[in-house]
């Protein structure tokens, strides 16, 4: 068996061709999730793996699921103690590719949010099992999957820094053979996977060694992220479900929120507000962020019978981002394939990263076993991944335009799919859903990413139903604190605290 080799600056080595290489030797650069779920694919398919990744090797030997969540340092994820939502693609995934992976989390304590229990007593249909997602902290479903990484075979990991690429020129194509570490060694490999992040230096390092750089497109999310995670006490009952994802969420037309459930009687409340306006600042206080978070709507049962278990968490910077790897001439890089959030991230509300990098690396693992060489591996990957990534994109970054003009005042009639698709979706598609069957499957199918994103948006009868459901139940909708109200509650303001609300 071949092994990854650690050469001298000036070795060079010949390209990649998938023919003479069995097993390929892959680099997976980033160990989180995507570069765990590439390291497992790959070795379980008898290639060999080295996980490089600047953070230490973790072990976690016998460490609760809370200690992992309090003890892990893991500086190279910033978004790392966020909320996840491990929707159902990532849980279909585990169940079917790593089994292993999705007992050790449900052992250590995450749950399911099974949706179907939305389609009440209609008649269940084939796919509808697919509908359920995972309830874990991103530290705990993290671990679960270092372990198995540990475990593997034909794996090694070290805790190493890469600085740069080692090419080849190859026609239109740049051609990577390997990686250069902080430490002055070189590796090279057949396959380098960049799993590395949101922030990935591919493309600064294909310039840095006279290569173009790979174009991308970007957008801004519009949204600054507090949060701050909770458990249920001993003896009290978790509320029901109140939206698909479990917990209650919302839009309030200036800023929105979201509940996380989580592992172990866990759950994190999300307060999503624009960067641009400053009055939200404030939510950083603990007590500032707990005074709005009671009057959210739906939040009194979920924050009564807990206690906060952190601090809260705030983020921002938050980018949509999406790099081409492919033009009109084929590939522009080959010998190494980014996936996960190295290839595309959008708004994390939408929660499709963690199950987009499981699939590009276990879509990648299995064509790079039937790929004939590089190009033939890039080619097979971009008519699988790139339109998916593409239209995610753009659908998202259309929704976060579309929001910061509904923030900012702009009146938009959300009524009307051809005023604002992404707005027609949110507040009038989604809402409706559970009061009709095929509706419910196709927004359940939609916000799991186990359809294309464009899918719901092509269903003209579903968006007309939608929209009569929507007209029917206007005596029905809750209302909605007032701005006034949520910044009077931010300044602790009693005088203000009175109980108006939107209309
Ligand atoms: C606020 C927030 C909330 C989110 N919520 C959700 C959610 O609900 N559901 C969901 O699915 N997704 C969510 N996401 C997205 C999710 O976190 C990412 O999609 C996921 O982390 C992508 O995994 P990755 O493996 O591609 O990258 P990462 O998890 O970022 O891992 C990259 C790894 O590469 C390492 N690395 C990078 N560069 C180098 C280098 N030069 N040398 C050595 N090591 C390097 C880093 O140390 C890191 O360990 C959220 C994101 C944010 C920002």
Redesign the pocket.
């Known amino acids: 068996m071949s092994t990854v080799s650690t050469v001298g600056a000036e070795t060079m080595v010949t390209a990649f061709d998938l023919r003479d290489a069995v097993p390929v030797r892959v680099i997976v650069?980033?160990?989180?999730?995507?570069?765990?779920a590439a390291a497992l694919a790959f070795a379980r398919g008898a290639h060999e793996v080295v996980v490089?990744?600047?953070?230490d090797v973790q072990l976690f030997d016998g460490w609760s699921a809370d200690e992992v969540f309090q003890r892990w340092q893991?500086?190279?994820?910033?978004?790392f103690r966020?909320?996840?939502?491990?929707?159902g693609l990532?849980r279909s995934l585990l169940r079917d590719r790593f089994a292993d992976v999705y007992a050790a989390v449900r052992e250590v304590g995450a749950t399911e949010v099974k949706q179907d229990s939305f389609l009440c007593d209609a008649a269940r249909e084939a796919g509808d099992e697919d509908l359920a997602t995972v309830a874990c902290r991103?530290p705990v479903f993290d671990a679960a999957l270092l372990t198995a990484v540990a475990a593997q075979p034909r794996v090694t990991h070290r805790a190493?820094?890469?600085?740069g690429l080692r090419l080849r020129p190859r026609g239109h194509a740049a051609h990577v053979v390997g990686v250069e570490l902080a430490s002055g060694e070189s590796m090279t490999a057949d396959l380098v996977v960049d799993?590395?992040?949101?922030?990935?230096?591919t493309s600064d390092w294909l310039s840095a060694a006279g290569a173009r750089p790979l174009p991308s497109v970007s957008s801004e999310c519009g949204l600054l992220?507090y949060?701050r995670h909770y458990r249920f006490r001993d003896g009290e009952p978790i509320p029901p479900y109140a939206s698909l994802l479990g917990g209650p969420r919302g839009d309030l037309g200036y800023l929105a929120f979201a509940t996380?459930l989580g592992d172990n009687r866990t759950f994190c409340l999300s307060i999503m507000v624009p960067p641009w306006d400053r009055a939200f600042r404030e939510l950083r206080g603990p007590a500032a962020f707990q005074r709005i978070a009671v009057r959210l709507p739906g939040l009194a049962a979920w924050l009564e019978p807990s206690n906060p278990v952190s601090g809260v968490l705030p983020?921002g910077q938050?980018r949509n981002q999406l790099l081409n790897v492919v033009d009109d001439n084929g590939p522009l890089l080959t010998g190494l394939i980014p996936?996960?959030?190295?290839r595309c991230?959008t708004n994390?509300t939408f929660?499709?990263?963690?199950?987009?990098?499981l699939w590009h690396a276990v879509r990648l693992a299995d064509l790079a076993d039937r790929a004939i060489d590089d190009i033939d591996l890039v080619t097979y990957f971009e008519s699988e991944v790139g339109a998916d990534v593409s239209a995610r994109f753009y659908a998202v970054s259309a929704e976060d335009r579309d929001r910061a003009r509904w923030w900012s005042g702009e009146p938009i009639d959300i009524t009307d799919p051809a005023v604002s698709l992404p707005l027609f979706l949110s507040f009038i598609v989604y809402p409706t859903a559970a009061r009709d069957p095929a509706l419910l499957r196709a927004v359940a199918r939609r916000i799991n990413a186990l359809d294309p994103v464009e899918r719901l948006a092509g269903n003209p009868e579903l968006l007309d139903r939608a929209r009569a459901l929507h007209a029917e139940s206007a005596g029905d909708r809750p209302s909605m604190p007032r701005r006034s109200l949520i910044l009077a509650a931010l300044a602790g303001d009693p005088a203000e605290l009175t109980t108006e609300t939107n209309p």
């Open positions: 650069l980033g160990a989180g999730v995507a570069g765990c490089l990744d600047r953070g893991r500086r190279g994820i910033a978004q966020q909320p996840h939502n491990f929707l990532a991103r190493t820094e890469v600085i799993a590395a992040g949101r922030r990935s230096r992220y949060s996380f983020m938050l996936i996960g959030d190295a991230h994390p929660a499709f990263g963690a199950s987009l990098s």
